[in-house]
């Protein structure tokens, strides 16, 4: 058996042992400057969604993820924002959990010039809709992880899309 030697990481020397592999994606809220939010309807899976995917491998941070998938996704270029959100997901059959950030992209106005260019590969229709009728065209989590975004000007931790007992937002 060979001797153990410290491996170091970003605290310092560590021990071998499995890293935990969370998913994890980011997605953006942009607000149309008339109190409607942006949502797209993708072709790969039911429903409605806010423009957002998963973090690419290789360091990809959250804020990054945001801006390339709402880049991809609807041609919109993202310069600013703040965080919104945290959900945990929970592992279940068939999915793999993981974490969802969510950032308040600001509005865009119709002022301001921006078109939306779908990928009609990936996003067969957009839509502004208006707090409430987003609610009810997003599914499960991704609704009500925008409900609880919208109720406050401050960063929120959720866990399957709800609030936590015992976590002050």
Known sequence: MAPWTAQFGDDGAVCEF???????????????GAGRLLVLKPTYKRGWTIPGGQMESGGESPWEACRREILEETGLVVTSGRLACVDFLRPRAGKPGGLRFLFDCGSIGPDQGHPIRLPEDEIAEYRWAAPGA????????????????????????LEDGRPVAGMTN
Do not use: F, K, W
């Open 18 to 32: 499995d890293l935990p592999r969370v998913p994890a994606s980011a997605g953006g809220l942009i607000g149309d």
């Open 134 to 157: 987003a609610d009810r065209l997003l599914s499960g989590p991704v609704g009500r992880r925008v409900a609880q975004a919208l109720a406050t000007d401050r960063p929120v931790y």
